[in-house]
């Protein structure tokens, strides 16, 4: 498969509050510039625009026949067994409706990733060590 047919979808929880949604976008920006033009969008599970949908749909319309679901959740509660996989399940479905076949992977959350455990202990132990 070439990059030119797959996408990325990073999938946060989502809020109202613009300064919980403030430093996803910086990571957005943070993350193309690490990366040699491959597509990837933000979402939000609710409670924020643009929805793991809406999304999914813009790029299924624009040609794109892959797309990898990145959930940017530190575990995999309810939303990831249960809702994502029966979004993902009715979105394929209806884009199959308008003739788009597309390909839908849910990727494990990334808390779950050696490298964010590593980085979260060393800030505990930081701040423990800190205030002992």
Known sequence: MSKQQSATVL??????????????????????????????EMSYMELADPSMEHQITVLAREGFTHIDVM??????????RKDVPGQIDALQSTLKDEGL??????????????E?????????????SANS
């Open 101 to 114: 076949q597309v390909s839908i992977t849910l990727h494990p959350p990334v808390g779950l990733e050696p």
């Open 116 to 128: 964010v455990t590593d980085a979260l202990r060393h800030i505990v132990v930081r701040q423990v």
């Open 71 to 80: 959930p940017l959740f530190f575990a995999a509660g309810r939303h990831l």
């Open 11 to 40: 999938l946060a929880h989502g809020s109202s509050d613009q300064n919980w949604l403030a430093p996803f976008s910086d990571l957005l920006g943070n993350i193309r510039d690490g990366l040699n033009g491959e597509r990837v």
